[in-house]
């Protein structure tokens, strides 16, 4: 989407948050552009939770065809509405995808047919139908190809569009086969109209996510250690679902580590959402809420306990999360977490040295353990 339909979003989302779905309805209707309206009702259609408003943003979306000037347009828009419905769970959406389908294939023009045709796959490709999408790509291909000796300067432009959303793509694409199908022929169509550093760059982030599917965990830590966290990200989205958890996660301390907590922190909650369906080995998150601990954030380290069950394993980790809260000065959090140790004999040495006022923790030599070993 375009940067000021991103900011008429933002707006969007402020009436949807105050609860004043009329005021936003009221703000797009002031939208002269028919394609812009119905990207705004779109947004605002996924973003209502009451069926009257639903109903009242789902009748405005459709009304936007009736101004459509052209097939073009109106297949763009039909496209929306079919994304929009889809999303929200309406499955009236399948017919606008196949009447917007229906009216690009109606389009006399080669290139405006062809645009047409990727305006169309976009959207079919946000709501998660790849291969008709792919498809439609391939025709909108073949068609410039057709009329490039007729007007060669459009056609090329229109092939580097091509291209861009064939890259752009997998922003939505979830399935790694699609993804690497859909960069290879992005790569394809850059070297076909002589830009090869872009078409190097799509096989590049075809190759990252083929290791990806591989569920090569040990490149991707690579890929960490170059500091090239954009490439990480990309290959942790497509790796295995029983190591996506572990990965996102190994992302958000680099990411805490390299002093983007904000990024980190979303990072983070992805990660532990996977987790919570796919948790990795305990003493591979006992390990990384160790780190966490030694950037200094016992928060984050002490939310990664809940998915650590080893008595002996959990109890040396809270003992650790409950001093770095006593050395940044935070007793309370020192206490509620001592008091959640499992382990009764260390738990009654933690809350006695914090009782007592004295130092506590693995740095001071407490035994956190049985067999008197010292962490």
């Given at each position: 989407?375009r940067?000021?339909?991103?900011?008429?979003?933002?707006?969007?989302?402020?009436?949807v948050?105050?609860?004043?779905?009329?005021?936003?309805?009221?703000?797009?209707?002031?939208?002269?552009?028919?394609?812009?309206?119905a990207?705004?009702?779109?947004e605002?259609?996924?973003?209502?939770?009451?069926?009257?408003?639903?109903?009242?943003?789902?009748?405005?979306?459709?009304?936007?065809?009736?101004?459509?000037?052209?097939?073009?347009?109106?297949?763009?828009?039909?496209?929306?509405?079919?994304?929009?419905?889809?999303?929200?769970?309406?499955?009236?959406?399948?017919?606008?995808f196949e009447?917007?389908?229906?009216?690009a294939?109606?389009?006399?023009?080669?290139?405006?047919?062809?645009?047409?045709?990727?305006?169309?796959?976009?959207?079919l490709?946000?709501?998660?139908?790849?291969?008709?999408?792919?498809?439609?790509?391939?025709?909108?291909?073949?068609?410039?190809?057709?009329?490039?000796?007729?007007?060669?300067?459009?056609?090329?432009?229109?092939?580097?569009?091509l291209?861009?959303?064939?890259?752009?793509?997998?922003?939505w694409?979830?399935?790694g086969?699609?993804?690497?199908?859909?960069?290879?022929?992005?790569?394809?169509?850059?070297?076909?109209?002589?830009?090869?550093?872009?078409?190097?760059?799509?096989?590049?982030?075809?190759w990252?996510?083929?290791?990806?599917?591989?569920?090569?965990?040990?490149?991707?830590?690579?890929?960490?250690?170059?500091?090239?966290?954009?490439?990480?990200?990309?290959?942790?989205?497509?790796?295995?679902?029983?190591?996506?958890?572990?990965?996102?996660?190994?992302?958000?301390?680099?990411?805490?580590?390299?002093?983007?907590?904000?990024?980190?922190?979303?990072?983070?909650?992805?990660?532990?959402?996977?987790?919570?369906e796919?948790?990795?080995?305990?003493?591979e998150?006992?390990?990384?809420?160790r780190?966490?601990?030694?950037?200094?954030?016992?928060?984050?380290?002490?939310?990664?306990?809940?998915?650590?069950?080893?008595?002996r394993?959990?109890?040396?980790?809270?003992?650790?999360?409950?001093?770095?809260?006593?050395?940044?000065?935070?007793?309370?959090?020192?206490?509620?977490?001592?008091?959640?140790?499992?382990?009764?004999?260390?738990?009654?040495?933690?809350?006695?040295?914090?009782?007592?006022?004295?130092?506590?923790?693995?740095?001071?030599?407490?035994?956190?353990?049985?067999?008197?070993?010292?962490?």
């Open positions: 989407m940067g000021a339909v991103w900011m008429l979003i933002e707006r969007i989302e402020e009436y948050r105050r609860d004043n779905v009329w005021g936003a309805l009221r703000l797009i209707s002031e939208e002269k552009d028919g394609v812009t309206r990207e705004l009702l779109a605002l259609l996924k973003r209502v939770t009451k069926y009257d408003e639903y109903r009242a943003v789902k009748d405005e979306l459709l009304e936007c065809t009736a101004d459509a000037p052209d097939r073009k347009t109106k297949a763009l828009i039909l496209s929306i509405i079919g994304e929009a419905l889809l999303s929200s769970g309406d499955y009236d959406g399948v017919k606008f009447e917007a389908i229906s009216t294939r109606r389009i006399g023009f080669p290139l405006w047919r062809a645009e047409a045709f990727i305006g169309v796959a976009l959207n490709i946000r709501a998660g139908i790849y291969e008709d999408a792919y498809s439609l790509l391939n025709s909108a291909f073949e068609g410039v190809v057709v009329a490039r000796t007729e007007d060669p300067d459009s056609a090329i432009r229109l092939l580097r569009n291209a861009d959303s064939l890259l752009i793509s997998i922003e694409i979830d399935d086969e699609w993804a690497k199908l859909y960069l290879t022929t992005a790569a394809e169509v850059y070297e076909y109209i002589g830009i090869d550093f872009l078409a190097n760059s799509a096989k590049a982030k075809a990252i996510i083929d290791r990806a599917l591989e569920g090569n965990t040990t490149f991707l830590r690579r890929l960490l250690a170059e500091n090239r966290v954009d490439d990480a990200i990309l290959m942790a989205r497509y790796i295995p679902r029983e190591h996506r958890g572990m990965a996102f996660l190994e992302i958000a301390f680099w990411l805490y580590a390299n002093d983007y907590p904000e990024l980190g922190r979303d990072i983070f909650n992805d990660a532990t959402a996977l987790l919570s796919n948790a990795g080995t305990e003493h998150i006992a390990e990384i809420a780190d966490f601990l030694k950037l200094g954030y016992p928060d984050l380290a002490f939310r990664l306990t809940r998915f650590v069950e080893n008595e394993l959990l109890s040396e980790l809270l003992t650790r999360i409950a001093a770095e809260y006593h050395r940044q000065g935070d007793e309370l959090m020192a206490r509620t977490v001592a008091m959640s140790i499992p382990n009764e004999t260390i738990k009654s040495r933690v809350v006695q040295q914090l009782g007592g006022g004295e130092h506590v923790g693995y740095e001071q030599g407490l035994q956190v353990a049985g067999g008197g070993k010292k962490r």
